[in-house]
């Protein structure tokens, strides 16, 4: 949804766009405003467990009032992820030894692949080549860490396994358009991430329907069995028909709406839409002079900006995201 942790995690949890959460920047994170509520929340008051395996404490810890940890039943802090996904592993097993008919929802939270660049990410290698296999390196140490996780469940017979989600709140730029790291564009770079499911129910499949990971906490609120609020209370839209195969995908469809928001440490607001195939960039106010128009599976690094050539696209992309901002940053997320 956006570029920067404190904009995307609340957006994943919350099923809102950035645009539409209120909150005060705090750090590295966002202070919620208390009216919104979000997933875990959500799950708990309907009965379920809930436990949450955070990095560090700038996100979770109820002394920061982030409101991240509303819902929450049991918290554990720990920078190292190796160790992180033990301590999630043992509670799971922990749990599963006693008698519940309690369902659970557990949120693991791995800092590694933001931090791949070495301590506070400033061992940043001019070498291109070397700066990816760093990446790919602390990628698969990440690999290592689900691996621990899923052991939990290692034992019991496929009906029986958690649904398993495996995702990111944002991307990482390796130089791509002249930015290190993120927070600073809405390319793909940064913003197209990883979504995996698999559990009972979910085929073993490659969907290529674009979805937007403000429909994260819907999915989970229908995968649990509950109606999603919809809007105003949230406009991510349930992606458990497509997961289910309920319904078929669309190829050529779908889409995601992404928002950098400025502040303290946030140069601009920019803003984009992706439909399909295509994506639109623009400016904080959507103007028609700075959009970028870029056809994101032919040309993955939007390197090749077809606004100039594909003017009946551009126009139709830029309608869309004027509808865009009419419909979703003009309706409260709270009132």
Request: proline share 6%; glycine share 8%.
């Given at each position: ?314 126009t139709r992309m830029h309608e869309a995201l004027l509808e ?12």
């Open positions: 949804p956006s570029n920067v942790t404190r904009r995307s995690i609340p957006a994943m949890v919350l099923g809102l766009s950035p645009s539409r959460i209120k909150g005060k920047v705090s750090g590295w994170a966002l202070r919620l405003d208390p009216r919104h509520v979000g997933v875990a929340e959500r799950l708990n008051a309907a009965g379920y467990d809930t436990a949450a395996f955070f990095f560090g404490r700038s996100f979770g810890d109820p002394a920061q009032h982030s409101g991240l940890d509303r819902g929450i039943d049991h918290i554990e802090f720990e920078r190292d992820g190796a160790k992180l996904a033990r301590q999630a592993r043992d509670w799971m097993e922990d749990r599963a030894a006693r008698t519940t008919d309690r369902p659970a929802f557990v949120w693991i939270h791995f800092l590694e692949p933001h931090s791949w660049a070495g301590k506070a990410n400033k061992i940043y290698p001019a070498d291109p080549e070397k700066r990816w296999r760093m990446y790919d390196t602390t990628l698969r140490n990440v690999d290592s860490f689900l691996e621990t996780v899923v052991s939990a469940y290692a034992d019991r017979p496929p009906d029986q396994h958690p649904i398993l989600i495996v995702t990111s709140d944002h991307g990482e730029g390796l130089g791509e358009h002249g930015h290190a790291h993120h927070a600073s564009d809405l390319y793909s770079s940064q913003t197209h991430v990883p979504l995996v499911v698999t559990g009972p129910g979910i085929a073993t499949r490659r969907v290529r329907e674009t979805v937007s990971l403000t429909s994260l906490a819907p999915t989970l609120l229908e995968l649990a069995g509950f109606e999603p609020p919809g809007m105003p209370a949230m406009d991510g839209v349930s992606l458990a028909p497509l997961l289910t195969g309920a319904r078929a995908e669309i190829p050529d469809g779908g889409e995601a709406y992404l928002v950098m928001v400025k502040d303290r440490s946030v140069a601009r607001t920019q803003r984009a839409l992706v439909l399909g195939k295509w994506k639109i960039i623009t400016d904080a106010d959507g103007t028609l002079a700075s959009a970028e128009l870029y056809d994101v599976r032919a040309d993955r690094d939007e390197l090749n900006n077809l606004a100039t050539r594909e003017s009946a696209v551009l865009r901002m009419r419909t979703i940053d003009t309706v409260p997320g709270v009132r």
